[in-house]
């Protein structure tokens, strides 16, 4: 049976930090993680992906920003949040699933998604 719970959002002022998390159970030989984030009225957009090997891939808007990680022992995917701007505002899912090829940031991909957490950055 495979359940993700995202936990972690809040508020924060621009220039700090948050820490998401994603209890992921059932996921531990899916192949794709991803965090994705989303707007009313908007698409999903892929924000940070690792892979079961430890490749971690990023959009160029959070690239040395964000650091996505994944404990497969728990089994937990985190999104460290660093620098956080106002443009980070938004719903934070997580999501996986079991082969994407290079497809990370492709919501069309993913089977299995949270309920998500909300961000909000003033």
């Known amino acids: 049976h495979v359940q993700l719970v995202e936990s972690g959002g809040g508020s924060v002022e621009a220039g700090g930090s948050l820490t998401l998390s994603c209890a992921a159970s059932?996921?531990?030989?899916?192949?794709?993680m991803t965090w994705f984030r989303q707007r009313p009225g908007e698409g999903r957009e892929g924000v940070a992906g690792?892979?079961?090997?430890?490749?971690?891939s990023y959009a160029d808007s959070v690239k040395d920003r964000f650091t996505i990680s994944r404990d497969n022992d728990k089994p937990t995917l985190y999104l460290q949040m660093e620098n956080l701007k106002s443009e980070d505002s938004d719903m934070y899912y997580c999501?996986?699933?079991?082969?994407?090829?290079?497809?990370?940031?492709?919501?069309?991909?993913?089977?299995?998604w949270g309920l998500g957490t909300q961000v909000t950055v003033s």
């Open positions: 059932g996921t531990q030989t899916m192949h794709c």
């Open positions: 999501a996986a699933t079991y082969a994407c090829g290079s497809s990370w940031s492709n919501s069309r991909v993913f089977t299995y």
């Open positions: 690792v892979e079961s090997d430890g490749t971690t």
